[in-house]
């Protein structure tokens, strides 16, 4: 799964953000580039429903990776 945030996150909605997916078990690897930040998660996320992470403020869109066949 890949967390994109908006352009101008905040530090605190960055920490935000990845307090959620600790606490729902989840670890991620950030990549920050000269425009956006974006969280490669880890983990099993087929069952994870991705409706209140792309609420979270600083969010920009959560894009689930299907798994392979």
Do not use: C, W
Not at 31 to 47: E, F, P, Q
């Amino acid at each position: 799964m890949l967390v994109v945030m908006k352009k101008e996150v905040s530090e605190q909605e960055l920490q935000q953000v990845k307090q959620y997916l600790i606490d729902e078990d989840f670890d991620f690897h950030q990549s920050t580039g000269a425009n956006r930040t974006i969280l490669g998660v880890i983990g099993d996320t087929r069952n994870f429903s991705t409706a209140l992470l792309e609420n979270l403020p600083g969010v920009h869109v959560v894009f689930k990776i299907p798994p392979e066949s």
